[in-house]
């Protein structure tokens, strides 16, 4: 898709291809293994012209109600990171930080978290602040969705009552894996933001390793990055952060749940069965995949399948309505804003290539 568009063509040199294949090759033919491994799961023993009759006789007025639904949280989640950024600069129009988050979903559809380089560099860009604070602040945002990700979780039981655990043995042990992890990282980063001289500290033992043009360079991109954590000094900002941060999952609910309405599922399944679909379908785009392509496929269809008795046909043709919908609609616009704000789609893959 990068190389077909004309415009986009424009900004990639044969020189920043090689570097890419070169230094990512191996990363991306993984991504593109395991989306076929996982669509391979989703599909065996699945009667294609079954799925495809199913979505043909979808009622597609539902799909863009939940369009308009996944547009709505991207909205959310761009006056969410508005907040996360006041301490950096201020103020910043909803504009820019909805360009951002819809390139960064763009790149993501095609290269798996590029998009995370993507969106400070956009921004960073617009608004001429430094890149390594505003991937502090997407840091900060993935913490936040992994937190509300396991209050999903942790909520499931009040929703479903059936065979959860033996139907996915392994989502508690996971649960509990994540929340160690993130809560551990969480603590660290706030007491480095909180108490700047251990910080100071840490860096200057580091600097002491390197040579002196990485020195400078550690240090700069260090207190930049500790930059993106600023908010936690701003109490004003919790309570927005957190409501907006609701509201996106919140929204993210109700595109699920509005989905059933296309299929027919909203007589046997109700607002708290979208929650569940929502929490496990959620595992796919943790894994490395163009916009969790495959994975979303597999956990959706799978959720519907064993907790909710729905056929695989059915199952399947729903996760793949879904899918294709907001794939489409976030490549669209994510386009259309990639073009016109003239992101470097060359200068996004070498930050990212050196990200690595």
């Given at each position: 898709?990068l190389l077909i568009c004309g415009k986009c063509r424009l900004l990639l040199t044969n020189k920043d291809i090689m570097?890419?294949?070169?230094?990512?090759?191996?990363?991306?033919?993984?991504?593109?293994?395991?989306?076929?491994?996982?669509?391979?799961?989703?599909?065996?023993?699945?009667?294609?012209?079954?799925?495809?009759?199913?979505?043909?006789?979808?009622?597609?007025?539902?799909?863009?109600?939940?369009?308009?639904?996944?547009?709505?949280?991207?909205?959310?989640?761009?006056?969410?990171?508005?907040?996360?950024?006041?301490?950096?600069?201020?103020?910043?129009?909803?504009?820019?930080?909805?360009?951002?988050?819809?390139?960064?979903?763009?790149?993501?559809?095609?290269?798996?978290?590029?998009?995370?380089?993507?969106?400070?560099?956009?921004?960073?860009?617009?608004?001429?602040?430094?890149?390594?604070?505003?991937?502090?602040?997407?840091?900060?945002?993935?913490?936040?969705?992994?937190?509300?990700f396991l209050s999903l979780l942790g909520l499931l039981p009040l929703f479903y009552q059936g065979p959860l655990r033996?139907?996915?043995?392994?989502?508690?042990?996971?649960?509990?894996?994540?929340?160690?992890?993130?809560?551990?990282?969480?603590?660290?980063?706030?007491?480095?933001?909180?108490?700047?001289?251990?910080?100071?500290?840490?860096?200057?033992?580091?600097?002491?390793?390197?040579?002196?043009?990485?020195?400078?360079?550690?240090?700069?991109?260090?207190?930049?990055?500790?930059?993106?954590?600023?908010?936690?000094?701003?109490?004003?900002?919790?309570?927005?952060?957190?409501?907006?941060?609701?509201?996106?999952?919140?929204?993210?609910?109700?595109?699920?749940?509005?989905?059933?309405?296309?299929?027919?599922?909203?007589?046997t399944l109700g607002f708290g069965a979208a929650i569940v679909v929502l929490a496990i379908s959620s595992i796919g785009?943790?894994?490395?995949?163009?916009?969790?392509?495959?994975?979303?496929?597999?956990?959706?269809?799978?959720?519907?399948?064993?907790?909710?008795?729905?056929?695989?046909?059915?199952?399947?043709?729903?996760?793949?309505?879904?899918?294709?919908?907001?794939?489409?609609?976030?490549?669209?616009?994510?386009?259309?804003?990639?073009?016109?704000?003239?992101?470097?789609?060359?200068?996004?893959?070498?930050?990212?290539?050196?990200?690595?």
């Open positions: 898709m570097t890419l294949f070169s230094r990512t090759s191996l990363k991306y033919f993984i991504s593109i293994l395991l989306t076929g491994l996982f669509l391979f799961l989703s599909f065996q023993k699945t009667d294609v012209g079954e799925v495809y009759e199913a979505a043909r006789h979808a009622r597609y007025e539902w799909i863009l109600a939940m369009l308009a639904c996944l547009m709505l949280s991207h909205l959310a989640r761009a006056l969410r990171w508005r907040y996360l950024l006041l301490p950096i600069k201020h103020p910043i129009g909803m504009r820019n930080l909805f360009s951002g988050v819809m390139v960064g979903y763009f790149l993501n559809n095609f290269l798996p978290r590029a998009g995370e380089i993507a969106r400070p560099y956009a921004l960073g860009t617009m608004e001429s602040i430094p890149k390594a604070s505003v991937f502090g602040t997407i840091v900060v945002e993935r913490i936040l969705d992994i937190l509300m033996e139907s996915f043995p392994w989502l508690e042990r996971a649960s509990v894996v994540t929340t160690i992890a993130t809560v551990s990282l969480l603590a660290i980063i706030v007491i480095l933001v909180l108490k700047r001289n251990i910080a100071e500290t840490v860096i200057i033992r580091i600097q002491a390793l390197l040579p002196d043009r990485w020195s400078d360079r550690l240090n700069r991109a260090a207190h930049s990055f500790l930059d993106g954590f600023l908010f936690v000094r701003s109490p004003a900002t919790f309570l927005p952060i957190v409501v907006s941060s609701g509201l996106i999952w919140f929204l993210y609910v109700l595109m699920m749940f509005v989905a059933f309405w296309a299929f027919d599922f909203q007589e785009f943790a894994v490395p995949t163009p916009g969790g392509t495959g994975t979303y496929h597999f956990f959706t269809s799978q959720t519907l399948i064993k907790l909710f008795g729905v056929s695989h046909s059915i199952a399947l043709s729903y996760a793949t309505v879904t899918h294709a919908a907001g794939f489409f609609i976030t490549t669209i616009v994510g386009l259309y804003f990639l073009i016109h704000d003239h992101v470097k789609v060359s200068k996004v893959l070498a930050d990212s290539v050196a990200e690595r």
